[in-house]
């Protein structure tokens, strides 16, 4: 087989350029399909980050995604962060965070 | 009963809108449906030519919404089919000359002497794109198995939806199975399934159709090549009827080719 494909000049391992078109399709339709530009993105991600690292300690090394998607006409906001563990609270004397003011800094 | 009315749309230009219209006009009338197809693409007329008409038209649809002659007098009928009639765009103005309100009196007008009444859109998004689908319910969108055709398709199919029409079915045009079997075109399945949208017809790739548009006779007068088929097959789906997509894995082998003599379409 593989002497066949040498015979007839096809290269096993170029993908089928079909896959690549499909690919390219699916992010450009991503972003067209939304009116969200860019900079309104990097706001989100900028923010929801600073929201959430009150509580959580973000893994930043592993790649932070905030992306938008849509199917069948309904967009989804997807925050994909990884995190290193829970912040804890700023006196280490206390063992037990306290509930109140939680969402201040 | 009123005409059942339906756009021919596609975004970008150059996929086949015109043609499509033009066969799908020709393969409705064929079955015994009474057809006006309306050129929408004013300053640049091209479904006089397709449909091999263009010597016949004295008045045009600009004509007709400002009142220089009746809508009748602008009406072509041709003489090849029983009842098939073009309405010209106008080739010297440009697409401001109409608004969505002069489209939707138009058609209106048209309801009770029709079965059908096809609007052929310009390409774009814009104003001859909303001329083109004020007053119909329906909306066929053109694609060809390329990244910047189904691109568009995909925002026309937002607009259509956005302008609460029926949803739209899709045609693809221009499929080469060749390449398709060899994994360099995207699939009938890969477009479908990136733009999530109803299959209305696959129409292979065609020489034919050069020669027929060179003729002014659109291929699915005769029906026989593979894209008439692919057309008369749209037009019996658009009629409600059940018909399975054409298989075009590659070409016949020699059996399925002679026993393809025998069963002729």
Known sequence: MKLLNKLFGKDERRVASKELAKERLRVVLIHDRTDVSPELLETLRQEIIAVISEHVIIDETEGIEVTISQTRGRSRLQANIPLLGMRRRARPATRAPSRSGAATS | ?265
């Open chain 2, 1 to 265: 009963m009123p005409a059942r009315t339906i756009t021919i749309t596609s975004g970008k230009g150059g996929v086949g809108k015109t043609t499509l219209t033009a066969n799908l006009a020709v393969a409705l009338a064929s079955r015994g449906q009474r057809v006006i197809a309306i050129d929408a693409d004013i300053g640049l007329r091209n479904l006089d030519v397709v449909m091999g008409l263009e010597n016949r038209i004295v008045y045009d649809l600009v004509d007709v919404v400002e009142g220089t002659c009746r809508l009748r007098q602008a009406m072509i009928r041709d003489k090849r089919m029983e009842s098939l009639y073009l309405l010209p765009a106008a080739q010297k103005r440009d697409k401001t000359a109409v608004t969505p309100d002069d489209m939707r009196a138009l058609i209106d007008q048209l309801h009770r002497d029709f079965d059908f009444i096809l609007v052929d859109s310009p390409a774009g998004i814009e104003q001859g794109f909303q001329n083109a689908i004020a007053g119909v319910s329906e909306v066929i969108i053109v694609t060809t198995p390329e990244v910047s055709a189904v691109r568009d398709a995909d925002r026309i199919i937002g607009l259509v939806e956005a302008a609460e029409k029926d949803p739209p079915r899709l045609v693809i045009n221009r499929i080469k199975p060749a390449m398709v079997k060899q994994g360099d075109m995207l699939s009938t399945e890969d477009v479908i399934e990136v733009l999530a949208i109803n299959l209305l017809g696959i129409v292979p790739d065609d020489e034919e159709i050069i020669v027929s548009t060179n003729r002014g006779a659109p291929a699915a007068y005769d029906g026989t090549s593979p894209a008439g088929r692919a057309f008369h097959n749209i037009a019996r789906r658009v009629m409600g009827e059940n018909v399975p997509f054409l298989d075009l894995d590659s070409k016949p082998g020699m059996f399925n080719r002679i026993l393809s003599w025998f069963r002729s379409g």
